[in-house]
C-alpha cells in the first residue's frame, strides 16, 4: 500500500491537500455543525488538532472549492457563497503583561481588516469597538454576514496563570473583546471558539450566552484526533507490522463521552521515528504549574486511580478558584472512563488515558513531591526489580534510601511530612510508574487498604501509618512476621490489615505470592522506620 507524505507540524488545511498528505476527513462535522446551529465552543488538549480545523472551516467559508476535492463537504456545501472570515489565533508567542494583549488585539483585528478590504479609525476607537466595526464593515463590504474563528482562546490567560493577578488582567482584557460578538449578532454567520481550557461563563463569557458547548458532546467526540478506524484506513500503510493492542495501550483512550481517540501528534511523530514507543505529545508541554499546584494542595496523589466527579468540576474554572482536578482534565492527563448518574446527577468517573501520559505523569509527579529527577530512573529501576522478584527485604531496603534521598529543601515552607497522605502518595507516584497495576484504598468487606500493587504475578497488599511523634524503640526494625507470636502488635500497619482481612479476596488469586506488607513513617525523622509483613499461603 502507497504511503501518502505525513503532516508534521502542518497546522493548515491548504498545504496538506495541496502536498497530497495523509488527512483525516473531518469535513462532515464542519457541515454538521453548520446545520445544527451558528456558535459554538470547544475544549480539547494541545496538539489535539484544533487549529487544523479551525483552518478548515474558514477555507470551506470562503469557498475554496479546489481544496475539498473527494471529501465530505465538497458535495454537501453550496460554494457559489463566500462569506467574509474574520480570525483571531493567540497561539504565537507569550504574552507577559495587558499592554502586551492589547497591541496583539490590535494587531490581529487590523490584518483581518487589511485581508477584508476595510478599516478603522484606530484612533478613535477602542479595541471593542473596532472589533464591532470591523464585523460591520465586512457584512456591509462583502454583502454575506460575517464568520469568526477563535483559535487559543485562552492561551494569554494560561501562559500567566502562576501569576494569578496577571491572568486576571489577561481575562478582562479577552472579555471585553468577546463581549463584542453578542451585539454584533445580526451580523454574524458563524462563531467558532477553541481553547485548552473553559472559563466560566461569568468570568469570560459573560453575556455570551448563545455559545454552544460541544467539548462533552456525543456528536463531536471524534472531531480532533483519530480513531481507531482513521488508522486502519488514512495510515495503514504507515503502520504495516506494528501491534496494534500495543499502539493502542501506548497512545488511544482520550475520551469525550464517545469513541475513544489518539492524538494525532502522538500518531505522526510515532510513524516518522521508526515505531518507537515514547512520550511524544508529554514533552511538547511539561506540567509545571499543575504540580506545583497539587504540592500546593497537599493532593493525595492516589485518587489519580478513582476519580467521580460531577460536570461542574469538569466545565469551567476561574483564575481565583482553580481545581487541579479540572486542570487534569482539560489539559488532557484525564480522561472520562465512565459516566454514572446517582440522585438524578449525572457524574464522570476519570481515569488516565494511556500508558504515555501515565508514565510520563507519575515521573512528573514524583519529581514534583520529592525533589529527586536525576536518580528517578534508578530509584525505578531497583523498586521493580524487588517487586517483581517479591524480595521484600530489598523492597524495604529500597524505600529506605529513597525517602532518605530527598533533598530537604523540597519540605522548605510546607509542612508535607506531616501527613499520612504525603508518603501514600510518594509510593503511588512510584509505583504507577512502573507500569504496576495500582489500586488504592482498596475496598474488602472489613475496609479498604492504602495500595495494593499487583506486578509480575505478585500481589502486595499494603497499609500505611504515620507517627508522629519522636521514633521508638521498635523504630529501625524489619521483620517478616509470624515467627513469634505477639510480634504483629509492634506494628500497626500489619496488625490492622491482619485484623480485618484485608488480603482475603487475593488469596485464591493465580500468581507467584501474596504478601501483607505494614509500613510505619516517621513525621520527624521523614523516612519509613518500621516495616513488618508476611506472606500468605
Known amino acids: 500500500m502507497s504511503c501518502k507524505k505525513l503532516p508534521i507540524g502542518i497546522q493548515t488545511f491548504r498545504k496538506i491537500r495541496e502536498e497530497d498528505c495523509c488527512y483525516v476527513d473531518k469535513t462532515g462535522f464542519a457541515l454538521q455543525l453548520i446545520e445544527d446551529g451558528t456558535h459554538y465552543f470547544l475544549s480539547r488538549p494541545r496538539r489535539f488538532g484544533k487549529s487544523l ?35 483571531l489565533d493567540f497561539a504565537a508567542g507569550v504574552l507577559q503583561d495587558r499592554d502586551a494583549l492589547d497591541r496583539r488585539l490590535q494587531a490581529l483585528l487590523r490584518l483581518n481588516a487589511e485581508r477584508l478590504g476595510v478599516s478603522c ?33 485562552d492561551k494569554p490567560i494560561l501562559d500567566n496563570i502562576e501569576r494569578p493577578e496577571i491572568a486576571a488582567e489577561m481575562r478582562e482584557g479577552l472579555k471585553n473583546l468577546y463581549s463584542v460578538l453578542k451585539p454584533e449578532d445580526a451580523h454574524l454567520q458563524f462563531v467558532f471558539m477553541t481553547g485548552v481550557t473553559k472559563f466560566s461563563q461569568v468570568s469570560l463569557f459573560s453575556g455570551l450566552n448563545q455559545l454552544r458547548d460541544i467539548t462533552l458532546s456525543a456528536d463531536y467526540a471524534t472531531l480532533c484526533g483519530y480513531t481507531q478506524q482513521d488508522l486502519e484506513t488514512t495510515f495503514a500503510g504507515h503502520l504495516t507490522g506494528v501491534d496494534r493492542d500495543e499502539l493502542r495501550t501506548w497512545y488511544n483512550g482520550h475520551s469525550f463521552l464517545g469513541e475513544p481517540v489518539y492524538n494525532p501528534f502522538d500518531i505522526l511523530l510515532f510513524i516518522s521515528e521508526g515505531h518507537s514507543y515514547r512520550n511524544y505529545w508529554f514533552e511538547t508541554g511539561s506540567p509545571s504549574f499543575l504540580i506545583k499546584l497539587f504540592q500546593r494542595k497537599r493532593y493525595f496523589l492516589p485518587e489519580l486511580e478513582a476519580l467521580e466527579v460531577s460536570e461542574e468540576i469538569l466545565d469551567a474554572f476561574d ?24 440522585r438524578g446527577r449525572l457524574l464522570f468517573r476519570l481515569r488516565i488515558p494511556n500508558q504515555e501520559v501515565r508514565f510520563a505523569l507519575t515521573d512528573q509527579l514524583i519529581t514534583g513531591y520529592t525533589g529527586i529527577e536525576n536518580d528517578r530512573t534508578r530509584w525505578q529501576d531497583g523498586l ?33 511530612p506531616e501527613a499520612e497522605g504525603y508518603y501514600a502518595s510518594v509510593l503511588y507516584a512510584f509505583f504507577a510508574s512502573l507500569n504496576a497495576q495500582v489500586i488504592p484504598e482498596d475496598i474488602s468487606s472489613q475496609g479498604q487498604t492504602d495500595l495494593t500493587i499487583k506486578l509480575e504475578g505478585y500481589i502486595y497488599v499494603m497499609e500505611i501509618k504515620l507517627q508522629r511523634g519522636p521514633a521508638g524503640p521498635d523504630s529501625e526494625q524489619d521483620s517478616e512476621q509470624g515467627a513469634k507470636a505477639g510480634e504483629t502488635t509492634a506494628n500497626p500497619a500489619l496488625a490492622q490489615i491482619q485484623a480485618r482481612g484485608y488480603s482475603a479476596k487475593y ?22 522506620v518500621r516495616a513488618d509483613w508476611q506472606r500468605v499461603a
Open 319 to 342: 483564575v481565583e478558584r482553580i481545581n487541579p482536578v479540572t486542570l487534569l482534565f482539560q489539559s488532557g492527563y484525564l480522561t472520562i472512563a465512565e459516566t454514572v448518574r446517582r
Open 121 to 153: 479609525d484606530w484612533q478613535k476607537t477602542d479595541l471593542p469597538g473596532c472589533f464591532g466595526d470591523l464585523i460591520r464593515q465586512a457584512h456591509s463590504h462583502c454583502g454575506q454576514r460575517v464568520v469568526v474563528l477563535v483559535d487559543e482562546y
Open 384 to 416: 521493580y526489580d524487588t517487586l517483581a522478584a517479591g524480595d521484600l527485604p530489598g523492597l524495604v531496603a529500597t524505600l529506605k534510601r529513597l525517602f532518605a534521598g530527598i533533598p530537604w529543601r523540597n519540605f522548605t515552607h510546607n509542612d508535607l
Open 507 to 528: 488469596r485464591d488469586a493465580p500468581g507467584k505470592g501474596l504478601f501483607e506488607v505494614g509500613l510505619v513513617f516517621s513525621a520527624s525523622e521523614r523516612n519509613l
Open 53 to 87: 480545523f479551525l483552518d478548515t472551516l474558514a477555507e470551506l467559508f470562503s469557498g475554496r472549492r479546489e481544496l475539498f476535492t473527494g471529501l465530505e463537504a465538497e458535495q454537501g456545501w453550496d460554494w457559489s457563497v463566500r462569506y467574509p472570515v474574520i480570525r
